[in-house]
């Protein structure tokens, strides 16, 4: 159970530091808010993999494609984030 939970924080980590490496600008986010990022940039790309491809999880908790899935969910949410974060502060 740990062992999950830690390679789901570490997982998190590198999908919302290649994210943020990606996508243009500067963005003022932690190390906590990174790794926030990358576990919704999973689920996202989970959710839109089920959807389109009709993939599961029954494969491997590692493979390419969820780690593919991961990092472009969470540039989506990433996306997100700073659109909305940016029509607040207008």
């Given amino acids: 159970?740990?062992?999950?939970?830690?390679?789901?924080?570490?997982?998190?980590?590198?999908?919302g530091f290649i994210a943020r490496a990606l996508v243009?600008?500067?963005?003022?986010?932690?190390i906590g808010a990174t790794i926030?990022?990358?576990l919704v940039g999973s689920f996202i790309g989970?959710?839109?993999g089920k959807l389109i491809?009709?993939?599961d999880s029954g494969s491997g908790f590692v493979q390419p494609s969820g780690w593919i899935g991961s990092i472009i969910g969470?540039?989506?949410a990433l996306l997100i984030w700073?659109?909305?974060?940016r029509r607040s502060h207008a």
């Fill in 36 to 38: 926030l990022l990358g």
């Fill in 53 to 55: 491809f009709g993939a």
């Fill in 1 to 15: 159970m740990l062992g999950t939970i830690v390679g789901l924080l570490v997982i998190g980590l590198v999908a």
């Fill in 24 to 30: 243009p600008g500067r963005q003022h986010m932690g």
């Fill in 74 to 76: 969470a540039i989506i």
């Fill in 82 to 85: 700073i659109s909305v974060r």
């Fill in 46 to 48: 989970g959710f839109l």
